[in-house]
């Protein structure tokens, strides 16, 4: 697939892309003290042929938690653990982006400062949704979440400025880029959908309530990037977590409105598979974006390099984010371009563990790289 358009350069915002072939956010649970080392410098340098490398999901604060063992962003000693990350990525010649996290209600008191419970835009607990926590005999594992308490409205401008800090050391750090979540059922969608948000003051209600919240996130972290460095990740159709929406699509078209209007670098709509079942968009849906939002569009879902090149023929892609692939092929690049034959994820060794499945899968030639 030498001559397709997922090889070609491509200007996401202010940076330019070597190919359109994403490397998705991938939570791999393995910083115990949430700090990046040399085993994240690896995995990441391995992947710097990706067109633009997007960080696994970063707690932006010690109450933005829910997952044990997730890297932060809020300490001296995390910055500087990223910042080598950066550099091991630099080294050769990728570019990565920051994703900015904080899961709001998917968490226990188990993982809060002082046991304190998680917050959400309401005090409703996500039915069926788990956490991952640490328990008293040191073991880990999924459990069942807390009933969060709602956030008060002066509150808000608290997190927003938590945002806006994690912001200030990823590009003290040297990222290319930040990514916004706001997506699979963590806070800022929490906000933004009608059945997880039933608050009664600005931030509840109407879809421009709902909104408002995320879009000052939005607009504290283009503050220290720009907005030609930041990309937003969205899943308008999700129901996982118990979360639920009736007003999707209303949501989806007044978001890309807003956030084209500020100049945003990106959106990237992610249609897991993950989630017991497909998330499938309207008919037309895509198209609509295309029109709506005057920057590049990114979709990540179970993708081929078949598939995305269809994506991008039809105008409705700019690039293409991989995710499981990029696990087991670190040079997944190249292999798509040459049509390569792919390695296969051990399911068994996502989350958490060392090296193991994570920077030991075999590049092109059967080997190792060794330059990590």
Known sequence: MADTTLFTPLRLGSLSLPN???MAPLTRARTPDSVPGKLQQAYYGQRAGAGLIISEATNISP?????VYTPGIWTDAQEAGWQQVVEAVHAKGGRIALQLWHVGRV????????GQPPVAPSALKGEGAECFVEFEDGSAGRHPTSTPRALETDEIPGIVEDYRQAAVRAKRAGFDMVEVHAANAYLLNQFL?????QRTDRYGGSVENRARFPLEVVDAVAEVFGPDRV????????EIFGLSDDEPEAMAFYLAEQLGRRGLAYLHFNEPNWAGGDVTFPEGFREQMRERFGGSLIYCGHYDAERAQ???????????AFGRPFIANPDLPERLRLGASLNEPDQGTFYGGGEQGYTDYPFLDNGYDHRA
Do not use: C, K, W
Request: a negative charge; glycine letters at 8%; hydrophobic letters at 35%.
């Open 231 to 238: 990309g937003i990740r969205l899943t308008p159709f999700i």
């Open 193 to 197: 959908a009608t059945g997880t948000n």
């Open 107 to 114: 968490s226990h008191e188990m993982v809060q400062p002082d």
């Open 310 to 320: 269809q994506r991008l023929e039809e105008n409705t892609a700019d690039a293409i």
């Open 63 to 67: 109450t933005a938690r829910g997952y």
């Open 20 to 22: 359109r072939v994403i």
